[in-house]
């Protein structure tokens, strides 16, 4: 499966921005699918994800009750909803997936095998 995210940009503090990840060459709706972001000279880490098993939601406590991950199987593509921006959450948002991911691994970029391009969120204070 190939994975392209898009829908980053440069925002304010407090604005929302909705990123997508679209897979292409096979569904992707029994994969598990997580974000991570990497900031300048910072390593990536993990921001949310869905996991294969029932759909169950995780998210990072800096994000939760902002950010919002859904599937929509209908396009293929797992979506984030990032409300209420903050200045340090600005970096490259990554989509990632893999159909064998377990839960303990869930925050670990190293349980991935399909990575998206990334896309870069900038917000300003």
């Known amino acids: 499966v190939q994975l392209q995210a898009s829908g980053g940009g440069l925002v304010q503090a407090g604005d929302s921005l909705r990123l997508s990840c679209a897979a292409s060459?096979?569904?992707?709706?029994?994969?598990?699918v997580a974000w991570f972001r990497q900031a300048p000279g910072m390593e990536r880490e993990f921001v949310g994800g869905?996991?294969?098993?029932?759909?169950?939601?995780y998210y990072a406590d800096s994000v939760k009750g902002r950010f919002t991950i859904s599937r929509d199987n209908a396009r293929n593509t797992v979506i984030l909803q990032m409300n209420s921006l903050r200045p340090e959450d600005t970096g490259v948002y990554y989509c990632?997936?893999?159909?064998?991911?377990?839960?303990?691994?869930?925050?670990?970029?190293?349980?991935?095998?399909?990575w998206g391009q990334g896309t870069l969120v900038t917000v300003s204070s």
């Open positions: 990632a997936s893999s159909s064998s991911v377990i839960l303990s691994n869930l925050a670990s970029q190293f349980a991935y095998t399909n």
């Open positions: 060459g096979r569904t992707f709706n029994r994969d598990t």
């Open positions: 869905i996991f294969r098993s029932y759909n169950r939601l």
